[in-house]
């Protein structure tokens, strides 16, 4: 299951690499940022180091709330540039 969502995050960023805009480039790039770091996340756990994967997985959820800041309002993007 975690394997099918890495995928479909990758498909994700994927597309929006092909959309040449602003928008789309800073998403992307925060995209592959929450990406490598659920990795982390992930990888963490799985080497019994639970607790530093909790303090990286704070990080997961500050690139998805930017996420949604985008999203409600797309000027806020030049904010990020």
């Not at 909790?54 to 709330?65: D, I, K, Q």
Request: glycine fraction near 4%; proline fraction near 1%.
């Amino acid at each position: 299951m975690l394997q099918d969502a890495f995928a479909l995050m990758d498909e994700c960023i994927a597309h929006l690499i092909t959309r040449d805009t602003t928008f789309t480039r800073v998403c992307a790039i925060t995209m592959i940022k929450a990406r490598n770091l659920e990795l982390g996340c992930y990888s963490l756990a799985l080497d019994g180091l639970a607790q530093e994967g909790g303090a990286l997985f704070r990080l997961v959820v500050e690139t998805l709330e930017l996420l949604t800041y985008f999203w409600k309002d797309p000027a806020r993007v030049e904010e990020a540039i």
